[in-house]
């Protein structure tokens, strides 16, 4: 990625008005919540939501947490149940996030639900995150704003450290009053704690009436978050690091190779992750690709080589993943 310069913006008025029009531009903001300091970018963006993953390092694709204004806004987004509702209710905005179906027309990019057909919304309290979710006027799919592996920021400087030259920006709002990362809450089949988090796992039983579920295989507090069992996987074999489809395979492209001599396989309604070979661009269609390729009447699905190099490793990931039985 191209070392960039990263703006320290002031949490005013000015300060608010530059970072949403960043996030509008596709950039990444790093901004203030009152848990840790979030690395945002517009949801509805495979490409910016592709550049998180880039900028922390990441070589894995896990779900983002998708930051609202209020829940109007996050039922727009995602079906609030009772329960999910009674939480919203009782926590937001606040340090809690729930897990909800997603509305698929809510037009947000895969990448950011990792293919999933759920999504994490939270909204926070922090009022500089606020000013600016409503300044940006959509929702910002924003990770802790730190390198992969490394402890989430607290504070602006946090962030310098270890981003500075990797994003368009930071929003300096001060110190995070809660300095831990928000409480998972999956409220689809039954509430369920994925992560311990800034609110208290018995206050969120308290609300729901009842103890909650824990998911130790599938949440984030296990080593490795991208291993959540819930992770879309498409129903057909894959067959990676094809050269070529066979007559019964779909074709996912990487490269303009295959699109100068058409085979059997976009017979099948081959698509391409990139035409031009730009990983971020692979990242981003990525999921949805995989999706449509599933539906496809194809037996199997052939994917050609993606170099295994920056957003590249987390994209193999993923593919590996989905190729195991
Ligand atoms: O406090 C916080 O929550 C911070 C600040 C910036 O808001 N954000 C944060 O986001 O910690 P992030 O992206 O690191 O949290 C992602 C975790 C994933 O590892 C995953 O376990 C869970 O949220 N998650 C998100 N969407 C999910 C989904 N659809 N299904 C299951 N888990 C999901
Ligand atoms: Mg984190």
New binding site residues.
């Given amino acids: 990625m191209e070392p960039q310069q990263t703006e320290r913006l002031a949490a005013d008025e000015a300060g608010i008005a530059r970072a949403a029009a960043l996030l509008r531009a596709g950039a990444l903001v790093a901004f203030p919540?009152?848990?840790?300091?979030?690395?945002?970018a517009d949801a509805r963006s495979g490409p910016a939501v592709a550049g998180i993953f880039e900028a922390k390092g990441r070589p894995q694709f896990?779900?983002?947490?998708?930051?609202v204004p209020d829940l109007a806004a996050a039922e727009r987004i995602g079906v609030f149940g009772p329960e999910a509702r009674a939480l919203a209710d009782a926590f937001w905005p606040g340090?809690v996030?729930l897990?909800v179906p997603?509305r698929p027309e809510a037009g947000l990019s895969a990448l950011?639900?990792?293919g999933?057909?759920?999504?994490?919304l939270?909204v926070?309290q922090g009022q500089v995150?606020q000013d600016l979710l409503r300044a940006f006027r959509g929702a910002v799919?924003?990770?802790?704003?730190n390198p992969s592996g490394r402890v989430?920021p607290t504070m602006a400087e946090h962030v310098r450290e270890g981003l500075d030259g990797r994003i368009a920006a930071i929003v300096d709002g001060g110190p995070c009053a809660?300095g831990?990362?928000?409480t998972?809450v999956?409220v689809a089949p039954a509430p369920v704690l994925?992560?311990p988090?800034?609110v208290a796992e018995g206050r969120i039983a308290r609300v729901l009436g009842a103890p909650l579920a824990h998911d130790p295989g599938?949440?984030?507090g296990v080593t490795a978050?991208?291993q959540?069992a819930?992770h879309y996987a498409p129903a057909k074999p894959l067959r990676l690091n094809a050269a070529a489809p066979a007559p019964d395979e779909a074709w996912l492209g990487f490269g303009p190779s295959l699109s100068l001599s058409p085979s059997p396989g976009d017979g099948h309604g081959g698509l391409n992750l990139s035409e031009t070979g730009d990983l971020r661009e692979a990242a981003a269609n990525l999921f949805a690709h995989l999706r449509t390729l599933d539906r496809r009447p194809a037996r199997a699905i052939a994917v050609a080589p993606v170099p295994d190099v920056g957003l590249g490793v987390a994209i193999n990931d993923r593919l590996r993943r989905a190729a195991a039985p």
Avoid: K
């Fill in positions: 919540t009152e848990t840790v300091y979030g690395l945002g896990n779900p983002l947490i998708v930051h340090p996030t897990v997603l950011v639900t990792a999933l057909g759920t999504v994490g939270r926070p995150a799919a924003a990770p802790s704003a989430s809660v831990l990362e928000s998972i999956g994925l992560r988090g800034g599938d949440g984030p978050p991208g959540l819930s």
